[in-house]
């Protein structure tokens, strides 16, 4: 039995719960509609970009991982989602910063020799990455993120992606600057939700299930690291076919990994312990 079900995940960095739940009216659109559900994620400890990114695609916390924050990266050698499925034969994406393919791919990351990536071995098979070089809370060095989507869609539709990551900074990158809760915030947030519409629209006519979430929080003063609701809380939305927990579940984020896997019908290796979100036996199968 092979699963042929189609996956992106999508990573605004940086976006509390609360920011999600009042300002993306797309997304909230689609709740209300019921094509998409939604529910609360909690990040593990610490917040912070870089542990957050290895927990979300291993299933195992920083302790364990040893990402302890972005200044700790390194690949790691730990059976990720990646890894998994490539070992599956389904082909893998990744449109994101480049930390994201020193974690899962090669450490140190090249620009010249790994900005665009095309590997018939894995476990990255497409990757389009990006560094934000030199960026400042002054000087964003944001790619725009209707770029970004567009490339993803190209992964998708030209390469043929069974599994696409998207990560984007451009959220956490103001709330750095101007914390949440401000006007520039809200802005940023409406902009964006407004640049990814279309695109979860053609994914999901692409054949492909989405889920949009944040890797962690970010308080009214831009921080994040630590705990607490607004560092760490964030939304998870779905849209597929699959069951979900209750709605007033909160989702742990070691719980993703081996979600992604069980949705796309691929072994959780042994050291993923977190129960996955999705019931296996609604997952879509062709014999």
Not at 177 to 187: L, P, Q
Request: with cysteine; charged share 20%.
């Amino acid at each position: 039995m092979i699963s042929t079900t189609k996956l992106l995940l999508i990573i605004l960095d940086g976006v509390p719960y609360r920011n999600f739940r009042r300002l993306f009216g797309n997304l909230e659109g689609w709740v209300a509609s019921g094509e998409a559900s939604v529910r609360r994620m909690r990040s593990v400890l610490p917040s912070t970009s870089s542990a957050c990114y290895a927990s979300m695609h291993t299933g195992l916390p920083p302790h364990v991982h040893g990402v302890f924050g972005n200044k700790h990266r390194q690949r790691l050698q730990f059976p990720d989602v990646f890894s998994q499925l490539a070992g599956a034969k389904r082909k893998t994406g990744a449109v994101a910063l480049s930390w994201w393919s020193e974690l899962f791919y090669r450490m140190p990351f090249d620009p010249v020799r790994d900005i665009e990536l095309d590997n018939s071995d894995g476990p990255i098979h497409h990757g389009r990455f990006h560094t934000m070089s030199d960026a400042t809370d002054a000087n964003q060095m944001s790619p725009s993120d209707a770029d970004l989507f567009a490339t993803l869609t190209y992964l998708c539709e030209v390469k043929g992606i069974d599994y696409g990551l998207l990560h984007t900074s451009t959220l956490d990158s103001m709330g750095h600057r101007f914390g949440h809760g401000k006007r520039e915030m809200s802005d940023a947030c409406y902009y964006l939700d407004a640049a990814l519409a279309p695109y979860v629209a053609r994914w999901r006519s692409f054949g492909y299930e989405v889920i949009i979430t944040s890797d962690h929080g970010q308080d009214d003063l831009g921080h994040h690291g630590g705990s607490g609701e607004d560092q760490q809380d964030v939304a998870f939305y779905y849209f597929g076919d699959s069951a979900l927990p209750p709605e007033d579940a909160l989702l742990d984020q070691l719980g993703l990994a081996p979600s992604i896997l069980t949705l796309m019908g691929v072994s959780v290796p042994t050291g993923m312990i977190a129960a996955p979100f999705f019931e296996p036996a609604r997952r879509k199968l062709d014999p």
